[in-house]
C-alpha cells in the first residue's frame, strides 16, 4: 500500500493551496480517508476526514469553512482544498488511509484508527 501526496508548497497568507493524496495497492472504496498535519514541536492532529463514499466529512474546528477535503473515487485520489490561509496552517501534511471496519463518525478524528499513512507535504504559509 502506498499514498502519495502532493501539492505542498510556500503561500501567503490569504492565499489558497490544493493538496492531492494518491492511493495504490488497495481497494479505495474500502477506505476512510483523512488529513493530518504535525507543525514544529507539536503533535499531529487530524485537519479533516472523508467517507468511503464521500458523502460525510468532518473537520476540526479551526479550518472549518476555509478547507474542503474531497475524493475522486475512479481516480483513488483524496484532497484537501485550502482557502484563506493563515500562518499557523504552517505544517508537515500527511493523508491517511482508515479500512470501514467500523463507523466513520466514531473517532474520525483519531490517529490510532488510521492504517496506513502517506510520506507528508510541507505547507508553509508567510504572513
Known sequence: VQLQAFGGGLVQAGG??????TASGLTFTNYHMAWFRQAPGRERDVVAAIEW????TRYT?????RFTISRDNA??????QMNSLKPEDTAVYYCAAEIRTSPFTIYWYAERKYDYWGQGTQVTVSS
Not at 53 to 56: L, P
Not at 75 to 80: F, W
Open 61 to 65: 474546528d479551526s479550518v472549518k469553512g
Open 75 to 80: 481516480k483513488n485520489t483524496v484532497y484537501l
Open 53 to 56: 463514499s464521500g458523502v460525510i
Open 16 to 21: 489558497s493551496m490544493r493538496l492531492s493524496c
